[in-house]
T-cell receptor, first 112, second 114 residues
Framework: AQSVTQPDIHITVSEGASLELRCNYS??????LFWYVQSPGQGLQLLLK??????LVQGIKGFEAEFKRSQSSFNLRKPSVHWSDAAEYFC??????????FGPGTRLSVLP | EAQVTQNPRYLITVTGKKLTVTCSQN?????MSWYRQDPGLGLRQIYY???????DKGDVPEGYKVSRKEKRNFPLILESPSPNQTSLYFC?????????????FGPGTRLTVT
């Protein structure tokens, strides 16, 4: 069965600092990979996705993620965090015909 | 505007009183799904549907029912709610046959069962 781990439950960074959120998945083949963001009291918004091609993908709000097959990872990065980035971030995987599996989430706090 | 809508957004009910949470999408998506979100557990899939009249269990289906009689609607039914079903529920939809199948989420329904 597919599984997704996000090792960091909570991360705090200062505004303007760089950010990397970790995501590892367990699956036999290359799955489709996603990062979603959930602001407090809101629904989920898609940040970016990977399904083939260039392993470095760009998303909205200045985020990017890199797929590393050898490490089964899909880490999310941002070079300079803004206070409005404080939210919960979810990594998710899916293959056609399979369940959509989410990680437990990483809560990001941003210090002024 | 392309969207997934859920109703109600907030619901407080008592144990055993049947309830239905509606979900509707206007994007002609084949795939629809229900999730519950609990602190520290992320989103867990309850049921999903690949098309009309086709539904399947997700990871946590116990205590829930669904139906898919129309392509746009996918209601979640709790026939006898219990306090452990207090949670935040999300409906989502996506294309079924076109990668990468990213899902579009509704705004959520916060359910409290007392």
């Amino acid at each position: 069965a597919q599984s997704v781990t996000q090792p960091d439950i909570h991360i705090t960074v200062s505004e303007g600092a760089s950010l990397e959120l970790r995501c590892n998945y367990s699956y036999g083949a290359t799955p489709y990979l996603f990062w979603y963001v959930q602001s407090p009291g809101q629904g989920l918004q898609l940040l970016l996705k990977y399904f083939s091609g260039d392993t470095l993908v760009q998303g909205i709000k200045g985020f990017e993620a890199e797929f590393k097959r050898s490490q089964s990872s899909f880490n999310l990065r941002k070079p300079s965090v803004h206070w409005s980035d404080a939210a919960e971030y979810f990594c998710a995987v899916r293959n056609y015909g399979q369940n959509f599996v989410f990680g437990p989430g990483t809560r990001l706090s941003v210090l002024p | 505007e392309a969207q997934v809508t859920q109703n109600p957004r907030y619901l407080i009910t008592v144990t055993g009183k049947k309830l239905t949470v509606t979900c509707s999408q206007n994007m002609n998506h084949e795939y629809m799904s229900w999730y519950r979100q609990d602190p520290g557990l992320g989103l867990r899939q309850i049921y999903y549907s690949m098309n009309v009249e086709v539904t399947d269990k997700g990871d946590v289906p116990e205590g829930y029912k669904v139906s898919r009689k129309e392509k746009r609607n996918f209601p979640l039914i709790l026939e006898s709610p219990s306090p452990n079903q207090t949670s935040l529920y999300f409906c989502a939809s996506s294309l079924r046959d076109r990668a990468p199948y990213e899902q579009y989420f509704g705004p959520g329904t916060r359910l409290t069962v007392t």
